[in-house]
Each structure stands twice: as structure tokens, then as C-alpha cells.
């Protein structure tokens, strides 16, 4: 248990200076990456001594050089002395735009919704049986998906995609909801009825992971959107503070108690279960590293397991059944006691690239979440008030890869899909229509911003 106290350690001190680097930028990709680690090394040391195990050095070093990889760039990319030294020639501009959707057209979307979550989860239903109870069916469905590579959900296309942008257009109704929250001081409630429909929706799915992803986007967005509306505001007040633990203590038990909607069954304690949650790949890491051998995925395609989704795409377009593959991370147990099969983001980069090769693409993920955040929190950026918001629809969506990294992949692995890429639109699509909808004070500046270019130039 040493090495995993050495480990939150050595996280910690990281922590600190990437704090203070960052101006205490909570919520910038490198604080962000450092909080989330901490929070599951810290986790990792009450699985050590629950599971009377520990890590090895290796381990240590492997999760130490992964995160280092991804801060350095991810600072670098936005660096507050450059962020301030060209604030200096460029005037930061105070985000004032109202978005004002009628009931009408919020009560049409709602109703579109409903429509299709009923449709998306009754095919998913008829595709297993009804099972007794909803804990039952949603199990089943949760096996299917993951180990019989003949099971067909029989979601239709049109429902598939029709859900997919009922999604895109309840991220824009949060983003909505935070807006007017910021810049007019309003809690419009009726603004969160089609993000709420869509969350309950998912639940069919098996997974409370869209809940969660859509509960961190939101707090993105009101971090990112704050600094707009108040220029260049990094340090918290209390009310902001009480506002996202409360959002996070939401999300935590969420999970926790929403087990039973998806299917998973345990005999742990709600604490144990999140324990393990939290820190259990971290051991898995550990297990990995020990034992690679006991690995599922294909050893003769290269990104097997970071790059699944692309294999998939290029195996059904060219018809190469070697290509369109099905695998679950497998399952590790220490002294009979099920730890899960979480690895930390990591392990999928080891197994496909090896140590250098996980060096690379963390390196990558840093530079890229950091220079999209540099651009959204940085107004003085000339681009068009309609590309910030797709922007910050897609990096509010996306960003959950961060918190993730030390329990699994998500930007390659769960997003690099052509139905990613297809969200994507429907996100752009969501975008323009709140610009619909939209109005600025004539004082504001943002006026010229409202032209559909990214130069921030009116056309010709």
C-alpha cells in the first residue's frame, strides 16, 4: 500500500504547481486531469487496504509519466501570460447575448423527444424481451451489447439518428439554461425539459454515463460562459462553489443509486461500489501491467483497443469481419474479489502503442483540450459568436475525456466513430438554431461577432 500512497503524493505536488500555473483555473484541461487523478489515486489507497493488495513502482511511474505528458502541453496551450499578453492587444469583449426560445417551440421539441425516447427504448426492449423487472431487461441488453457480436438492437436508423439529435439539441438547451442563468439572472426552468426527457431516456441505454456527461457539460459551460460575461474571472466565489459541489454531489449519486436502473447488480455497499469505481483502475493498471498477457482484444490490429471505432467503420464499409470485432476489457479479481475491468486511459494506450506511444497520444490530448479551452475562455479570440457556441457545445460534450483519464479512454475509444462525427453536426445544426433566438445589448460589441465569419470580420 506504500507505493499507492507514494503515487497520491507525487499527484498531489503536480496538483499544487499546475494550481498555481494556472492562476487557479479549477477547471482548465491540466487542473482538471490533476483533481481527477487525485481524487482516484486517493480512492486507490482504501481498495488497497479494502482488497489487502497494492501497486508496484512501475505502476507508479507509468500513471506519473501518462499525466505529465498530458499537463505539459495542456498548459502550455493555455498559458495565462500569453492568454493576458494578448488580451493587451486585443480588448476581451463581455459576453451579453440573451436566448430567448419561445414555450411553443421548447413544447414541439419536448414533444419530438418523448416520441422518439419512447420509440428508442421499446426497440431496445423488444431486441431482448422484457425480463421481469426494468434491473432485469436492462441487464440482459447490457450482455448482448457487450459479448454476443450477432446481437442487433434493432434500432431503426431514422430512431437511432432522430435520438442522437434529440441529444445534440438538449446540450444546446443547456447551454441555454446557463446563458440566461449568467447574462440575464433568470433560472429558466423550462429550458432543461428536453435535457431532462433525454436523461431519463438514456437510462435505456444501460448506462448512467450520458446523465453524467451531460451533468459536466453543464458545469463546463457555466465556468467557461462566467469568465465571458465577467472577463477573465478565474478565482471562485462561494455561491460558485456551493453551485458545483452541489452539481458534483448530484452526479455522485446519480451513480451511485442509479445502479439498479441499468442493470448493474452488486452485493457492495453504495461507498465500496464508488470506491472501486474511483480507484479500482488504478489496481487494474497494476493488474495489467503485471499480467498483459490475459488481454482480449485483437493483437494483430494496430489501436485495437484506442481505435475500436474506426476498425469497426472501415470493417463494415469494406467488409472485413476480422475488423468489426466486439470485446469488453476483461474482468480482474484479487482474493476473490471482483475489482472490475477499469484500467485508467493508460492501459489503452500501453496495449496498442507501448510506454512511448502513451507518452504521444497523451501529449496530444493535452495540447488539443488546452487549446480549445484557450479559445473558449479567451473572448479576446476573434471568431464568430455562432462558431463559439458550437465549440463550446463539442468541447462541453467531449470534455468528460478528461475527467476520465484515470478511469478509462473516452476521446479515442468511446468518441472517434462516424456517430460521433454525426453529433457533431447535429450539434452544429442545434447551435443555429439558439441563433434564432438570440439578441445582443447594442452596447455590448458583440454585434459585428453575430456576421457568420470566423475572422471576426464582416464579409464584403
Not at 213 to 225: N, R
Request: glycine share 6%.
Amino acid at each position: 500500500m506504500a507505493e499507492s500512497i507514494i503515487l497520491f503524493l507525487l499527484v498531489a505536488i503536480a496538483t499544487f504547481f499546475v494550481y498555481y500555473l494556472n492562476d487557479g483555473d479549477l477547471l482548465c484541461p491540466s487542473c482538471l486531469a490533476c483533481f481527477a487523478f487525485l481524487l482516484c489515486t486517493g480512492a486507490s489507497i482504501y481498495d488497497c487496504w479494502a482488497w489487502s493488495t497494492g501497486i508496484d513502482l512501475v505502476t507508479v511511474f507509468a500513471v506519473c509519466a501518462g499525466l505529465f505528458s498530458f499537463i505539459v502541453p495542456a498548459t502550455l496551450a493555455c498559458d495565462r501570460r500569453h492568454r493576458n499578453t494578448a488580451n493587451l492587444n486585443t480588448q476581451p469583449q463581455k459576453w451579453v447575448l440573451h436566448i430567448d426560445i419561445p414555450n411553443f417551440a421548447t413544447a414541439v421539441i419536448c414533444l419530438f423527444g418523448a416520441i422518439i425516447s419512447y420509440l428508442y427504448i421499446h426497440a431496445i426492449v423488444d431486441s431482448v424481451g422484457m425480463r421481469g423487472s426494468w434491473s432485469e431487461t436492462m441487464q440482459a441488453y447490457r450482455w448482448h451489447t457487450s459479448f454476443d457480436d450477432s446481437f442487433s438492437s434493432g434500432i431503426s436508423a431514422p430512431i437511432n439518428y432522430s435520438f442522437r439529435l434529440f441529444m445534440a439539441v438538449g446540450y444546446a438547451y443547456v447551454f441555454a439554461f446557463v446563458n440566461e442563468l449568467l447574462v440575464s439572472e433568470e433560472k429558466r426552468w423550462v429550458y432543461l425539459a428536453p435535457p431532462v426527457i433525454y436523461c431519463i431516456a438514456s437510462l435505456g441505454q444501460s448506462s448512467r454515463g450520458q446523465i453524467i456527461v451531460m451533468v459536466f457539460a453543464g458545469v463546463i459551460m457555466f465556468w467557461i460562459l462566467r469568465n465571458c460575461v465577467r472577463v477573465n474571472t478565474t478565482r471562485l466565489n462561494f455561491g460558485a462553489v456551493m453551485l458545483i459541489l452541489s452539481v458534483v454531489v448530484f452526479g455522485l449519486a446519480i451513480f451511485v443509486f442509479g445502479a439498479d436502473a441499468v442493470g448493474r447488480v452488486t452485493v457492495k455497499t453504495p461507498f465500496d461500489s464508488l470506491m472501486t469505481y474511483l480507484g479500482g483502475s488504478i489496481i487494474g493498471l497494476d493488474q495489467y501491467i503485471a499480467k498483459p498477457e490475459l488481454a482480449t482484444s485483437p493483437s494483430n490490429l494496430i489501436g485495437s483497443e484506442t481505435l475500436q471505432g474506426i476498425w469497426l467503420f472501415l470493417g463494415k464499409t469494406f467488409g472485413v469481419s476480422e475488423w468489426t470485432y466486439t470485446f469488453q476489457l476483461e474482468y480482474r479479481f484479487l482474493n476473490n474479489v471482483n475489482i472490475g475491468n477499469l484500467y485508467t486511459a493508460f492501459r489503452y494506450y500501453l496495449h496498442d502503442f507501448g510506454p512511448i506511444g502513451m507518452c504521444v497520444v497523451s501529449a496530444f490530448q493535452g495540447w488539443f483540450f488546452g487549446f480549445m479551452y484557450n479559445v473558449l475562455r479567451n473572448t479576446g479570440v476573434s471568431i464568430a459568436v455562432h462558431w463559439r457556441i458550437i465549440l463550446l457545445l463539442i468541447y462541453s460534450w467531449v470534455g468528460i475525456s478528461v475527467v476520465y483519464l484515470p478511469i478509462a479512454d473516452f476521446l479515442f475509444h468511446q468518441y472517434m466513430n462516424p456517430t460521433s462525427l454525426l453529433t457533431v453536426i447535429f450539434m452544429a445544426v442545434s447551435a443555429l438554431f439558439l441563433m434564432r433566438f438570440t439578441r445582443t445589448d447594442e452596447s455590448s460589441g458583440l454585434q459585428d461577432d453575430m456576421q457568420p465569419t470566423i475572422n471576426g470580420t464582416s464579409p464584403r
